[in-house]
T-cell receptor
Framework: AQKITQTQPGMFVQEKEAVTLDCTYD???????LFWYKQPSSGEMIFLIY??????QNATEGRYSLNFQKARKSANLVISASQLGDSAMYFC????????????FGPGTSLSVIP | DGGITQSPKYLFRKEGQNVTLSCEQN?????MYWYRQDPGQGLRLIYY???????QKGDIAEGYSVSREKKESFPLTVTSAQKNPTAFYLC????????????FGEGSRLTVL
């Protein structure tokens, strides 16, 4: 069965510093997609970044980059130059394998940015 | 503006009552989804739909029902058979079932009194 693991329930980072949020995934299929979402306290889920399993380069979107290590089944999110508005829950998600019509989510990591 | 609209944002229900959560999208997306989120947890898939008049059970479909009579609309009914319905419900859509990121609504928070 496919599974997403996020081992950091809570993280703290100083404003303007970089932070890495961990995500590991489990699938036996070679074709899959990985996503990161941000959920502020308002509850809405905001799409941040996408990485396809066949993409040769790590995905980047502004201050967000995805450190994709396929052999280790790792897709860590790196946020550079943290801002107070980055304080939120962050979810790693995957679409693929035997369940390409579904997107499954990890348990999330709560990030707090300290001024 | 294109997007997904969920209503109501907050809903209170007495035990034994059915309640329907609305989800409308104007993104022209084929696929729509319902997720449930409990405090401090990730999202769990309830139902999803690829096209009109077709939908599939997700991982926690028991006690829920859906319909997809129009492409734009995917309402979720929380029935009295759902043992623990108090949760945050999120509706999402994607261009098609097998690809693309999910676009989410703002969510509906259901509380059973």
């Amino acid at each position: 069965a496919q599974k997403i693991t996020q081992t950091q329930p809570g993280m703290f980072v100083q404003e303007k510093e970089a932070v890495t949020l961990d995500c590991t995934y489990d699938t036996s299929d070679p074709s899959y997609g990985l996503f990161w979402y941000k959920q502020p306290s308002s509850g809405e889920m905001i799409f941040l970044i996408y990485q396809g399993s066949y993409d040769q380069q790590n995905a980047t979107e502004g201050r967000y980059s995805l450190n994709f290590q396929k052999a280790r089944k790792s897709a860590n999110l790196v946020i550079s130059a943290s801002q107070l508005g980055d304080s939120a829950m962050y979810f790693c998600a995957m679409r693929g394998g035997t369940s390409y019509d579904k997107v499954i989510f990890g348990p999330g990591t709560s990030l707090s940015v300290i001024p | 503006d294109g997007g997904i609209t969920q209503s109501p944002k907050y809903l209170f229900r007495k035990e034994g009552q059915n309640v329907t959560l609305s989800c409308e999208q104007n993104l022209n997306h084929d696929a729509m989804y319902w997720y449930r989120q409990d405090p401090g947890q990730g999202l769990r898939l309830i139902y999803y739909s690829q096209i009109v008049n077709d939908f599939q059970k997700g991982d926690i479909a028991e006690g829920y029902s859906v319909s997809r009579e129009k492409k734009e609309s995917f309402p979720l009914t929380v029935t009295s058979a759902q043992k623990n319905p108090t949760a945050f419900y999120l509706c999402a859509s994607s261009i098609e079932l097998s690809s693309g990121e999910l676009f989410f609504g703002e969510g509906s928070r259901l509380t059973v009194l």
